[in-house]
């Protein structure tokens, strides 16, 4: 029998993580969307993803990173409290699907992210810029690109949510 602290850490976890990948795939789903609208001028579309990704460094990532840490300390405590049960597995696998998404960031998110931001820069600075059909098609591009990409970031939590909500119930 596992203790109650225990449970709640667990379930609290897998709420975490399913909450954040609720957050994530509104991005992908709704953000974006709403950016390529046509009547949104490219200047509008530029500052507002510059602002999304900026709150995503400031409040996901660091999420992600406890999230990170919770499931290798959560994984630690169920090997000593519930080794019997074998619940410690499902925290390592949460764990290694989550593990790479850092270094997808770097490769395929980052990169789309400053594009954007010179072209926000670019135009914050010149009053009355705007973006030529060029850059707009670019623009298009790098946000059809980031969404796709960003995918990754909303499955791999909903997966390992998924994971962790099996070992909670292996545990009760």
Known sequence: MVSTIFQCAQLALTLSLTFLAGLASCFTLWVIPL????QVPG???TAEFTQLFTWGAQYLQPS????????????????LVARESGVWKYYVASFVILAPLAIWEVVYIFPINDRV??????L???????LDAKEEEELKRLLQRWSAFHVARFAAPLI?????????????
């Open 35 to 38: 950016l390529q609208l046509p």
């Open 43 to 45: 200047r509008a579309k």
């Open 64 to 79: 992600s990173q406890i999230l990170g840490v919770s499931l290798a300390t959560l994984a630690c405590w169920s090997y």
């Open 117 to 122: 931001k010179e072209m926000d820069d670019r």
């Open 124 to 130: 914050r600075v010149s009053e009355g810029a705007s």
């Open 160 to 172: 390992a949510g998924a994971i962790t909500a099996v070992a909670l119930v292996r545990t009760v």
